[in-house]
Nanobody, 115 residues
Framework: QVQLVESGGGLVYYGGSLRLSCAASGIIFNQYDMRWYRQIPGKQRELVAAITRGGITNYADSVKDRFIISRDDAKNAVYLQMNSLKTEDTAVYYC?????????WGQGTQVTVSS
């Protein structure tokens, strides 16, 4: 059974930092591109950051220079270091594993940035 389990969300003040983790099981992790998405109620889910199997990263313009995505294939985990958080970063953050034909989602973790 495939599982993507996010953790690390919570409440943080404006300008603070959080580190999200996503632990994967049931997949050959190093064969998957990994992404973080976020969603605000009533809005479409948006891509925040991505990292390929080879370690190439890509970021949404809104988080460039503030967020860092990384992966540890030995631990079957992907991370999102979020710095200089803004109130507009408040959302549910989802981990995504893309294997081409088969993709998987985590259940999400809430991040709330308070002013």
């Amino acid at each position: 059974q495939v599982q993507l389990v996010e953790s690390g969300g919570g409440l943080v003040y404006y300008g603070g930092s959080l580190r999200l983790s996503c632990a994967a099981s049931g997949i050959i992790f190093n064969q998957y591109d990994m992404r973080w998405y976020r969603q605000i109620p009533g809005k479409q889910r948006e891509l925040v950051a991505a990292i390929t199997r080879g370690g190439i990263t890509n970021y949404a313009d809104s988080v460039k220079d503030r967020f860092i995505i990384s992966r540890d294939d030995a631990k079957n985990a992907v991370y999102l270091q979020m710095n200089s958080l803004k109130t507009e970063d408040t959302a549910v953050y989802y981990c995504y594993a893309g294997g081409g034909f088969i993709n998987y989602w985590g259940q999400g973790t809430q991040v709330t940035v308070s002013s």
